[in-house]
């Protein structure tokens, strides 16, 4: 690799991070969560935001939502709030949400970034973000295979998420780059159900959702 390859800066990226209200927010998690399904929805996010705003490459973290209980604690962290258009749908806030952060910092690329991975490590994801600077448009397959946990556009690049139920095969179709690197499971360990979050304790999650999954009996329960 030439010297100036080598020493050419990294893209930086604006993070667009999706939540939806709190009230509707982790329903496949009702039977487990019960009265902490909400408190376990607000910690997954907090987790998963904490980490991105510690990667480096991430210059800026977007979080649309129009519910002002995680408004309120995610920009105590550190993000950017953007108001959600209420019942727009997921693609339509993630599109709004990138937009901002093309006005913002238009030399920087855009990403969406799922706000269920609480085992999220600021290291796995630079270098999925490094990964995702060789490709127009990339994207990293949850861990099932089958949805998207982060799809990205480098600058000029038409911001066009597809996610919900089959994203993986969506983005595919697209033509974005699938980025399956080695070792970046804690980017592709969304939670959704209680085997995910299983999954995603076993990996090691922030202390935010290791908190709430002790008030859990079914995440404690003997094996
Ligand atoms: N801002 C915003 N976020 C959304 C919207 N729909 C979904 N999301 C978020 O996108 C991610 C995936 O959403 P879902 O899997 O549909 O919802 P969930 O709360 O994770 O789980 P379920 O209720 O079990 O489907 C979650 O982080 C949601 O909070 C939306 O319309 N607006
Ligand atoms: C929205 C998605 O995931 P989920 O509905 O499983 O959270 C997706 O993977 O595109």
Sequence with gaps: ?????????????SLVVPVKVLARAKTRMSAAAGPHRRDLALAVAADTVAAALRCDGVRDVIVVTDDPLPAAELAALGARIVPDEPDAGLNPALVHGAGRGRELFPDAGVGALSADLPALRPDE???????????????????????TTLYTARPGVPFSPAFGGDSRAAHRARGAKELLLGDIDSVRRDVDTPD?????LALGTGPR??????RLPAMNAPA
């Design 196 to 200: 995910d979050l299983r999954a995603a």
């Design 209 to 214: 959702t290791a908190a709430v999954a002790a």
């Design 125 to 147: 994801l630079a270098r999925v973000l490094r990964a995702a600077e060789k490709a127009p448009e990339a994207f990293v397959p949850d861990a099932a295979g089958i949805g």
């Design 1 to 13: 690799m030439s010297t100036a390859a080598r020493s050419a800066p990294h893209l930086q990226w």
